[in-house]
């Protein structure tokens, strides 16, 4: 298994590894489960993510995709992992966007 998160940054350098270890058969891509996590930030945005996480990681698909939390705050842009906030410092929760809708 192989977990990756956008929030953790790890995507673009782990792809880098995954397409090296798949291209000289070290392994075979159907020999692994690859999890990464969609980012607050991205939730009403998850077919997007999922699809640059894919590209970051150089796959066809995911075999998992997860919610890495299960609060959405303000859009920042997909991919993005940083965290929109007021005046006073504090983080805009996105109240518009359900775990439904997700």
């Given at each position: 298994m192989c977990l990756f998160a956008a929030a953790y940054k790890s995507e673009?350098?782990?792809?880098?590894?995954?397409?090296?270890?798949i291209k000289t058969g070290l392994?075979?891509?159907?020999?692994l489960f690859?999890?990464?996590k969609l980012w607050n930030s991205d939730q009403g945005h998850?077919?997007?993510a999922c699809r640059d996480s894919s590209k970051k990681?150089?796959?066809d698909y995911l075999d998992l995709y997860l919610i890495h939390f299960p609060i959405a705050?303000?859009?920042i842009g997909v991919g993005k992992t940083g965290s929109a906030t007021?005046?006073?410092g504090v983080q805009g929760i996105d109240t518009i966007i359900s775990m439904e809708t997700t």
């Open positions: 673009a350098e782990a792809g880098e590894a995954l397409a090296e270890a392994v075979k891509r159907e020999d690859v999890t990464t998850a077919v997007e990681l150089q796959l705050t303000k859009h007021d005046e006073d």
